[in-house]
């Protein structure tokens, strides 16, 4: 290759890079994932390995990074693939019920209770806020959530979305039951 299209090349993947980059800055802060160092000296015409330019992990627990999480050029540091969270305790199951926050949502919990007077049981229910990572795109309401317990992400928030199932069409009801 000659100088000046090496030069191009070179030219080519530095706007290419800065793209993806703007891509990733909606806050008002410079957003980048830990791990990866941004300003390393690189050859010209060394190809770039997208493992240096993306920073994805394995939750564990039998749960399997989404493409998404690998793929899309989002930068969210409580995202259990892309960032720096750790999902350990509890792992329980929901329905989407709201989402209206940012990469926030409401699951509900249904569950029965009995009570031994009448010897019978009463449907209750627990809403609980989770963190819901961008490469959940296609969530919507209905949808059952399987989440994992992790550290405190906010005042309220204490869970991170592992997997989503598309809800069945029909009308609701108490679905567990």
Not at 30 to 59: C, D, H, M, T, W
Not at 113 to 142: M, Q, W
């Amino acid at each position: 290759i000659e100088p000046t299209s090496r030069r191009k090349l070179s030219l080519f993947t530095l706007l290419f890079r800065t793209a993806i980059m703007d891509i990733a800055q909606t806050e008002r802060a410079y957003q980048k994932q830990k791990p990866i160092f941004e300003n390393k000296k690189r050859v010209l015409g060394a190809r770039v390995k997208s493992q240096e330019l993306r920073f994805v992990k394995n939750v564990g627990l039998g749960f399997k990074t989404p493409r998404e999480a690998r793929d899309l050029h989002y930068i969210d540091k409580k995202c259990p693939f892309t960032g720096d969270i750790s999902i350990r305790g509890r792992i329980l199951t929901g329905i989407v019920k709201t989402l209206k926050m940012q990469k926030t949502c409401i699951i509900r919990r249904d569950y029965l209770h009995y009570i031994k007077k009448y010897n019978r049981f009463e449907k209750r229910h627990k809403t609980l806020p989770v963190h819901v990572s961008p490469c959940f795109r296609d969530i919507a309401l209905g949808d059952q959530v399987i989440v994992g317990q992790c550290r405190p992400l906010s005042k309220t928030v204490r869970f991170n979305v592992l997997r989503i199932s598309k809800a069945a069409a029909g009308n609701k009801k108490f679905s567990k039951f």
